[in-house]
Every structure is written in structure tokens, then in C-alpha cells.
């Protein structure tokens, strides 16, 4: 199945997909095949809507209502009030309390984080590399969510597929910044080199605030099909969803 899905607690609903083509939707082309997300890596625009359209309604929201991200590996949050055609600029998080929209983030080797407190009615999607790890934008992104009324305590969050700690092998230098910050991420890589686990820094980030994680999909790298951007370069990107569904849904 190329799309998965789940909730995080009442009235939120979460879906995955990898880049398996789904029946119905058409697929993109080499080097994008067949279920690219992404905007900015030169894929076919129709095609990319048209897997936005299909993820989207996957939680319950038109493809009209999904919102997405223009990251820079900071740790900015965008507060999405409103549908809107154009990504949030320069935020690597959205965080949104209405209803009915869909919150894109994409990835190939980053992880991508989605977030929810029902009882709050918040939700929140992270996009988060090496450099995301480094500046905590997860926990910006909590505490963007508490500014809308979310409690930690009460927050469900799915972290999905990313690189792992024994494929991402990175010079010593980056190994040391992002370890001071995130012990977690600290691995060695299949070539005895430094490594860094970075969906292991991500969870246990999560943890430590309180919320409860479950986990969706596995090593980017090594699995064909998710996209990776260290095994592939010019690629397409999986991406995940996460919307807050109206009181009557
Ligand atoms: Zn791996």
C-alpha cells in the first residue's frame, strides 16, 4: 500500500506515502517516480498536484485545503490561518488550529514529524535534517503548538521514515555539533565512521516534552521503496499529512 494512514486521537488524522504509485493517480516519471510531493525538484507540476490531491484526501480534506513548506533547515514555524496555493516560506514547521487543512511535509533522508493534540485541536507537521536537529526546531514547533493551547502531555506525534544512524555517516565535525544538542542522534556508521541517528534525536526530543510517539516506516536509504536523496540525488520526496477534522467529521 502506498499510502498509509492513522490518528492521533479524536478529529486528527495522520497519512504517509511512499513513492509506490496508487491506482487512479498518475504517476510521475523518471527520476520522480512514481508518487513525487514535492514542488521543487522539477517534476511535472499536474503530477505532483494531482499525489497532493490523493494524500490529501486521504485524511478527509480537499486538495485546495493542503498547505505546504518551503524549508531552510531553520527552525521557524509558520502559523497556517487559512488555505492557501503558495508554500509558508522559509518556516521548516506548520502549525495550524483550524479545521479541514491538510499540513504537508516532505522528505528524502530528513525526517518528517506530524503532530497532533485533539483536546487542544492543534496540529503541526516538522521537517527536520541534521541542521533542524542541531536548532531544536522540533521543539520550537512544541512550543508553537502551546501558544495555540496544546499540551505535551496530551500530544500524539508519528515520526516517519528517515535515514538511519548506520547509512548517515557525516564528517566528525558535524557529529559533535548536532551530539551536544541531541545525545540520541549519536551513531556509527556501517564504515565505522561517525554517524547520526537523526529519528532517534527527534523521539527522544518528543519524549522528553512528553508525547506519546509511534513510529511509521523505516531507513530511507536502504528501503527502494522511499525516496533518498544520498542514495539517488536527483529524486522525488515521500511526504505526510496530518489534518484537524471539523467537530461533525
Ligand atoms: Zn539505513
Same mark, same amino acid.
Given at each position: %500500500? ?10 486528527? *488524522?495522520?497519512?504517509?506515502?511512499? *513513492? ?20 521543487? &525538484?522539477?517534476? +511535472? ?23 505546504? %513548506?518551503?524549508? #531552510? ?17 522559509? #518556516? ?13 511535509? =516532505?522528505?528524502? +533522508?530528513? =525526517?518528517?514529524?506530524?503532530?497532533? !493534540?485533539?483536546?487542544?485541536?492543534? =496540529? ?6 541534521? @541542521?533542524?536537529? *542541531?536548532?531544536?526546531? =522540533? ?5 508553537? %503548538? ?8 496530551? %500530544? ?17 565535525? $558535524?557529529? +559533535?555539533?548536532? &551530539? ?10 556501517? !564504515?565505522? $565512521?561517525?554517524?547520526? !541517528? ?31 536523496? *544520498? @542514495? ?18
Amino acid at each position: %500500500m502506498a499510502i498509509a494512514t492513522g490518528q492521533l486521537g479524536p478529529r486528527v *488524522r495522520w497519512a504517509f506515502a511512499d *513513492r509506490g504509485a496508487v491506482d487512479g493517480v498518475v504517476p510521475s516519471t523518471a527520476p520522480y517516480d512514481d508518487f513525487n510531493v514535492a514542488d521543487h &525538484v522539477g517534476d +511535472d507540476e499536474a503530477a505532483v498536484r494531482a499525489h497532493r490531491a490523493a494524500l490529501s484526501a486521504a485524511v478527509g480534506v480537499e486538495g485546495h485545503r493542503l498547505v505546504s %513548506m518551503a524549508p #531552510v533547515h531553520g527552525n521557524d514555524v509558520g502559523e497556517v490561518g487559512a488555505p492557501q496555493p503558495e508554500p509558508v516560506p522559509e #518556516v521548516d514547521a506548520l502549525v495550524t488550529r483550524i479545521p479541514g487543512i491538510a499540513l504537508l511535509t =516532505v522528505a528524502a +533522508d530528513c =525526517v518528517p514529524v506530524l503532530l497532533g !493534540d485533539s483536546g487542544a485541536g492543534v =496540529v503541526a507537521v516538522v521537517h527536520a535534517g541534521w @541542521r533542524g536537529i *542541531r536548532s531544536d526546531v =522540533v521543539g520550537t514547533t512544541l512550543a508553537a %503548538m502551546a501558544d495555540l493551547g496544546a499540551d505535551p502531555s496530551r %500530544m500524539r506525534a508519528v515520526v516517519g521514515p528517515a535515514v538511519c544512524g548506520e547509512c548517515y555517516d557525516v564528517p566528525r565535525e $558535524r557529529y +559533535d555539533e548536532v &551530539v551536544a544538542v541531541a545525545p540520541a542522534a549519536a551513531s556509527v556508521a556501517h !564504515d565505522g $565512521r561517525p554517524g547520526l !541517528d537523526l529519528r532517534a534525536a527527534a523521539v527522544e526530543r518528543l519524549r522528553e516534552a512528553g508525547v506519546h510517539v509511534s513510529l511509521h516506516g523505516g531507513c530511507t536509504q536502504e528501503t527502494p521503496s522511499l525516496y533518498s536523496y *544520498r @542514495r539517488d540525488g536527483l529524486t522525488g520526496r515521500h511526504g505526510g499529512v496530518v489534518a484537524l477534522l471539523p467537530e461533525t467529521a
